[in-house]
């Protein structure tokens, strides 16, 4: 069965400090792979998205994420973080034969002034 | 419309009513997921509907929790004799159906039963 997983609960960084937020997947075929953010009383927002082609993809808000195939991973990367950064983010994927899309678990980011 | 809405934005309810959430998806996406998120925690997948083919009900933690949808358009999710561990936001989202496609998420009905 596919799964995410985003190994860290909560992270804290400070403010113009950079950010890698993890995330692994588990799927047979190749994955479709997405981050969204969650900021407080907000709705999901999509960041990015993976299909196919460049691995180096490139968001909104600065964000960037890196697929990585060997490791099973799509780190999402920030270099300078800004107070308006801190939210939830999760990862999630899908396949082309698995079209529900799956969530990993989320990633609390704390800013720091 | 622009979005996906839900409604009610917020019910509070008590325990052992029954409840029913709403969502109307993007015009044209056949695809629509519910999902529920307790507090400070992760998102929970419920149920998933695309087009016409059966429903994937995998998601659903008890029979008191079933959802509908006529053909690709508005969504109800029932609750029956709400529990109070039933408290949650439930989350909606539409896509147009391919795998390779974003979702995009309504605003929630965060559910109390108290």
């Known amino acids: 069965a596919q799964s995410v997983t985003q190994p860290d609960i909560h992270i804290t960084v400070s403010e113009g400090a950079s950010l890698e937020l993890r995330c692994n997947y588990s799927y047979g075929a190749t994955p479709y792979l997405f981050w969204y953010v969650q900021s407080p009383g907000q709705g999901l927002q999509l960041l990015l998205k993976y299909f196919s082609g460049d691995t180096l993809v490139q968001g909104i808000k600065g964000f960037e994420a890196e697929f990585k195939r060997s490791q099973s991973s799509f780190n999402l990367r920030k270099p300078s973080v800004h107070w308006s950064d801190a939210a939830e983010y999760f990862c999630a994927c899908s396949s082309g034969s698995a079209r529900q899309l799956t969530f990993g678990s989320g990633t609390q980011l704390t800013v720091l002034p | 419309g622009a979005g996906v809405s839900q409604s009610p934005s917020n019910k509070v309810t008590e325990k052992g009513k029954d409840v029913e959430l709403r969502c109307d998806p993007i015009?044209?996406?056949?695809?629509l997921y519910w999902y529920r998120q307790r507090l400070g925690q992760g998102l929970e997948f419920l149920i998933y509907?695309?087009?016409?083919?059966?429903?994937?009900k995998s998601g659903l933690p008890s029979d008191r929790f079933s959802a509908e949808r006529t053909g690709e358009s508005v969504s109800t999710l029932t609750i029956q004799r709400t529990q109070q561990e039933d408290s949650a936001v439930y989350l909606c989202?539409?896509?147009?159906?391919?795998?390779?496609?974003?979702?995009?998420f309504g605003q929630g009905t965060r559910l109390t039963v108290v």
């Open positions: 015009s044209g996406h056949t695809a």
């Open positions: 509907f695309q087009g016409n083919s059966a429903p994937d």
């Open positions: 989202a539409s896509s147009i159906g391919v795998a390779n496609t974003e979702a995009f």
